[in-house]
């Protein structure tokens, strides 16, 4: 993502109740009013035991072509599970968080 981006993240567990798809919608419609800054940054990983691996790959799938049908794909970024390190960095250098 761009230095200059003003960065949205969500940390947790990815699930389909969670919203995500409604939070890439609204940074599409924030892009479109002018906030061309904005970048979503989604932390953290889809397989858990409320949602099964094949299930969990899926509904990646699903928010990945999201992304496209909203025309953001290039503003988001998906890192799936991460380190502990990782995801603090990426937490304080976020401009907002998401939960």
């Given at each position: 993502m761009p230095a200059d981006a003003q960065v949205v993240a969500f940390f947790g567990f990815v699930h389909p109740v969670k919203g995500l798809r409604y939070l890439i919608e609204a940074l599409a419609r924030l892009r479109g009013a002018g906030r061309d800054r904005l970048h979503?940054?989604?932390l953290g990983g889809f397989t858990s035991l409320a949602l099964p691996e094949q299930?969990?790959?899926?509904f990646r799938d699903?928010?990945?072509?999201?992304?496209?049908t909203c025309g953001v794909a290039r503003h988001v970024t998906i890192t799936g599970r991460l380190p502990a390190k990782e995801?603090?960095?990426?937490?304080?250098?976020?401009?907002?968080?998401a939960f």
């Open positions: 979503l940054l989604i299930e969990a790959r899926a699903e928010l990945v072509a999201w992304t496209r995801v603090s960095a990426a937490l304080h250098g976020a401009d907002l968080a």
